[in-house]
């Protein structure tokens, strides 16, 4: 029997509108069980899509895409949009090697109309693309999807803000579920659960309309000034009046699983003239009930028992990274008052959800919004506190500018705990932390840890926190190598590597930082069988660089700097800057490994680290290969 046989029968989008409202409920349910079905063998955003299925067969069965424009916020929800556009046959390559992306990606297919992967970005993206439309003089309607995490960065402000003002065509969908990953935060999401439970003030509204028409003789007059007045207390009362205030038609809240419902509402927004936004309501993990019941856990999973939603049980193994931190950061703060947290939506994805639970008065989500949470630690620092920022390497770029003016410019003691650096595996490009050694390191000020296991992160972050200047620390994602975990933290000294293995007739030095010191180690034993010798130092500090023991180690036939970063500005530049400064690029060779300069593709850990050739053998190969 097949299991989709309406599913099986859409070739490309435009066959969805040939469906009843009957055969799009239950195509609803048939991509529900596809999406599931791929999800619980391949991981991925399983709670975000299926709530957006109803949603999706929306916009599909009213617009006209491509010609008119979607644009997914994230896009952790748009998996029926992927299954619906021409990538059901690959859907089961979700998220591997060579297969289909997890979010939305413009080199992908013509439906995705713009590439995410950070949140806050569909209404500016949007926006821009009804401008450039009207200019052309076309007459494509422009959809934006933004959930109300998302709704809590700063960019979707900024975007509604000059939207409303232009008053171009564009409308706004506002999916509201109440999370985004952990448990939305902030005034927005109060303002937004607010108009969820005030459904009646349409009714009422209604009500009193039809009574004052029904007066004989002034019923209509009486209707007429009642607007009028109605208008003067309207912000205490209607819902979405925040929006209308900026210049948007609001409509909602409305129920986001009612198909029939949502067709009449996008077809009467394509009516209305200028901006609109639609309120929907959502239920995230819908039609799974383990992800309806733990939608946390369901955003972003791997591999689970398709029937009782249970993921395999991990056999034993070292702590994660981020465990490892988490409990540091919880027995530092018990040793200093002046230490807090702050994270940007991520509360369990970094670790601080622990240090919360124990110092709720000084723990911090900002919501996403990493901008805001850098300068609030500034300000924490300036007035006599230690912050420490917890974000994934990929979400910190977003506070560059921030970091650069509020923390170093005033050599504030903020430490910034970068999780996720390196390759980070299926969630691809967007993710990856392949940068942050780049554009941290030319910051005045800035002392940037990068620990070679996980009890180095534990003396590291401890060294960190007690420095009255900026600090970041960066490790990656997943378990640590299992290394003895001390109860003291020891200070490390800073700007000094540990020379791990070396001797004067060593032919070769290995400077790696990070967990590429292990892999430094294991090819110096494969080149040691090959009769080459090889030193292993463990660098510590992308900055500042240990210009001592770079020296002592230039008397090598060949210096090979390691790291999992951007080769472009990264830790190896650092080395090759020295050498220049100095004139030992004269009298040494250099050869610098680490991650190309171009966006690394999802797969596994192992095979991005094959792609980019950061693996112990192919570290070897590539020092033979020199030295020839």
Known sequence: MNAYPLLDKINKPEDIKKYSLTELEELARELRSFIIDTVSENGGHLAPSLGTVELTLALYSVFQFPQDKLVWDVGHQAYSHKILTGRRE???????????????????????????????????????????????????????????????????????????????????????????????????????????????????????????????????????????????????????????????????????????????????????????????????????????????????????DRQTGECPKKQGGAPSYTSVFSQALIELADKNSNLTAITAAMPSGTGLKAFGEVYPARFFDVGIAEEHAVTLAAGMAADGRHPVVALYSTFAQRAYDQLMHDVCLQNLPVTLCLDRAGLVGADGPTHHGAFDLSYLRHMPNMTVFVPKDEAELRDMLATAVAMDSPTAVRYPRGAGFGVPLREEFAEVPIGKAEVLKASDDDMVAFLAVGPMVHRAEEAAALLEADGISASVINMRFAKPLDTEIIREMASRQLLVTVEENSLVGGFGSGVAEYLMDTGLADKVKLLRLGLPDKFIEQGTPQELLELCGLTSQQLAAAVKERLK
């Open 90 to 304: 690959r859907f089961h390559t979700l998220r591997q090697l060579g297969g289909i992306t997890g979010f939305p990606n413009r080199f992908e297919s013509k439906y995705d109309a713009f590439g995410v992967g950070h949140a806050s970005t569909s209404i500016s993206a949007a926006l821009g693309m009804a401008i450039s439309r009207d200019l052309c003089g076309r007459r494509n309607e422009v959809i934006a999807v933004i959930g109300d995490g998302a709704l809590t960065g700063g960019e979707s402000f900024e975007a509604l803000n000059q939207a409303g003002d232009l008053g171009k065509k564009l409308i706004v969908i506002l999916n509201d579920n109440e999370m985004s990953i952990d448990k939305n935060v902030g005034g927005m999401s109060e303002y937004l659960s607010r108009i969820r439970m005030a459904p009646q003030y349409n009714k009422a509204k209604k009500d009193v309309g039809n009574l004052l028409m029904s007066i004989p003789h002034i019923g209509d007059k009486a209707y007429r000034t009642a607007r009028i007045v109605k208008d003067s207390v309207r912000s205490a009362l209607v819902p979405g009046s925040i929006f209308e205030e900026i210049g948007f038609h609001y409509i909602g809240p409305i129920d986001g699983h009612d198909i029939s419902l949502l067709q009449e509402m996008f077809c009467r927004a394509k009516e209305l003239e200028g901006p609109v936004l639609i309120h929907i309501h959502t239920k995230k993990g819908k039609g799974f009930l383990p992800a309806e019941n733990n939608p946390n856990k369901f955003h972003g999973i791997g591999v689970f």
